[in-house]
């Protein structure tokens, strides 16, 4: 479980869930839900990001823009992000 996370749907039937608070650490990882199929046949996948690293954060916001995912802002271990 965790909190503070981001998730955009990408109009393709998947929704990319990004960082978070998971009690002990602001995550840095990528997981894909999708959900272009009945319910019951949903299926989540963890992936890697690509082109620039970003620290692991919460708190954040994040939108897609022509097939790119952009996250903005948020905060870990008491730094703020302005990126």
């Known amino acids: 479980p965790r909190s503070g ?18 009690g002990i650490y602001q ?7 999708d959900v272009s199929r ?5 299926a989540w996948e963890v ?5 620039h690293n970003i620290a692991g954060r919460c ?3 994040a ?3 022509g097939g790119h995912m952009y996250v ?3 905060w ?3 730094v703020f992000f302005s990126d």
């Open 5 to 22: 996370h981001s998730a955009c749907y990408n109009g393709t039937g998947k929704i990319i869930f990004y960082g978070g608070w998971d």
């Open 27 to 33: 995550r840095g990882d990528v997981h894909v839900l």
């Open 38 to 42: 009945e319910e019951d046949e949903w």
């Open 47 to 51: 992936t890697r990001c690509e082109g």
């Open 59 to 61: 708190g954040h916001t």
């Open 63 to 65: 939108t897609i823009v």
């Open 72 to 74: 903005i802002g948020g």
């Open 76 to 78: 870990s271990e008491g």
